[in-house]
């Protein structure tokens, strides 16, 4: 195994974990946390980001081309942030508006990426 997929598995690992400790994630930032909405957001901005990284790292071969590198990491940072906050949805419950627009905007950036991986960016 390679050090750039170990490396992307400790870092997913450590995303799952503040993925299911969103109040410890807020007390480490002094955020508010009392609302379904809020604990989304951490487990989103903060875990989903990293799984999103963790999951580059595993996928990434190469930098290079640079428009496929960073398409890629657009595209698995949101599929990270997405699935952080399907999980806040179904353990936090009571999305807003806003969360079912981050969500649809999520879901939107990643298919428009791997379409762009998968015919023009191709390698």
């Not at 790292?57 to 960073?70: E, F, G, N, V, Y």
């Not at 942030?81 to 009571?94: N, Q, Y």
Request: aromatic fraction near 8%; include cysteine; hydrophobic fraction near 55%.
């Amino acid at each position: 195994m390679s050090i750039r997929i170990a490396a992307g598995i400790c870092i997913v690992a450590f995303a799952a974990f503040l993925i299911a400790q969103p109040v410890m994630v807020a007390d480490w930032l002094g955020k508010p946390h009392d609302t379904g909405p809020r604990l989304i957001n951490l487990r989103a901005s903060w875990g989903g980001t990293l799984l999103g990284v963790g999951a580059f790292a595993i996928w990434c071969r190469t930098l290079r081309p640079w428009p496929r590198t960073l398409v890629g990491l657009l595209g698995w940072a949101m599929a990270g942030i997405g699935l952080a906050r399907l999980v806040g949805f179904a353990i936090d419950g009571d999305p807003d508006t806003r969360q079912w627009i981050w969500i649809t905007a999520e879901a939107a950036i990643v298919v428009a990426c791997a379409a762009a991986l998968r015919t023009k960016l191709r390698r």
